[in-house]
C-alpha cells in the first residue's frame, strides 16, 4: 500500500487491519474484567493500519521493531504505479519474517530444555507452517533468539551473538547436524510424538571423537 505521512508516500505492506467493533469490545471487556485501562492496546483499537516498511535485518531477531507504522485509515491507498518485483519481494520477505517472530510461540512449536537436547538454553523447533525455510530457534535470552537454519552445514540468519560464545554457537551447530533428519522430517510432516523419540542430545566428548 501507499503510505502518506509527513507529505511523503512510501510503498509499505499491510501487517494488520484496523480493528473491527467486536475486537474493540473484546479487548474493552478483558480489561474491565481485570479493572485496567487499557492503555497498551489502545493503539490497535484505533482506526489505523499497522503496515511495515523497509527490509529484513539478517543482523537482528526483533524486526517488527524497527519496521512497523501506525497508518490511519486515511493514510492508506492502494498502489498508484507498478511495483518492482525485487521491491515486492522484500516486503513479503519482512512480512514473512515479522509473522515468523511473532508466532514462534505459537501453535506448531515444539519446545526443548537444556536437559533434552544438551545445549545450554532453550531450543524452539517450527514447522513449514509458519517459517518459509525450515530452522530453528535458539533462545539466547528473554524474548531473543538465534534463528538457525536446519542444514547439513548449520547458519546464523538472524540473532544477535552477544551472549553466546564461538564454542556454545559451534555445539548448537553440532546439535542440528546431528538432528539433520529428524528435524527435516518434522519441518516437513510435524509429528511431536515422533520427533521426542528420534532428537539425540549433544554430547561433547561424544562429539568430539566422531569429528
Known sequence: MEVMFNNTVTLQIVYMLPPDPERI????????????????????????????????????????NDSHKYSY????????????????????????????????????????????????????IRTHFTTPEPLIYYMTEENEALAMTIDKEPQRIRGNMKNVSPEEFASIRDWIKLNYNALMSHWNEPDSV??????????????????
Open 194 to 211: 515422533n520427533l521426542c523419540c528420534s532428537l539425540e542430545p549433544f554430547e561433547p566428548n561424544k562429539q568430539s571423537q566422531t569429528t
Open 73 to 124: 485509515v486515511t493514510d492508506v491507498l492502494p498502489p498508484s504505479l507498478p511495483i518492482p518485483n525485487e521491491l515486492k519481494k522484500r516486503l513479503r520477505h519482512l512480512l514473512v519474517t515479522v509473522y515468523d517472530e511473532h508466532e514462534h510461540f505459537g501453535f506448531d512449536s515444539d519446545f526443548y530444555s537444556p536437559k533434552e537436547t544438551g545445549l545450554l538454553k532453550k531450543v524452539i
Open 25 to 64: 469490545a473484546y479487548i474493552g471487556q478483558k480489561c474491565a474484567e481485570k479493572g485496567l485501562t487499557n492503555i497498551a492496546s489502545e493503539d490497535y483499537m484505533e482506526d489505523v493500519y499497522i503496515t511495515l516498511e523497509g527490509g529484513v535485518n539478517g543482523h537482528k531477531y526483533r524486526q517488527y
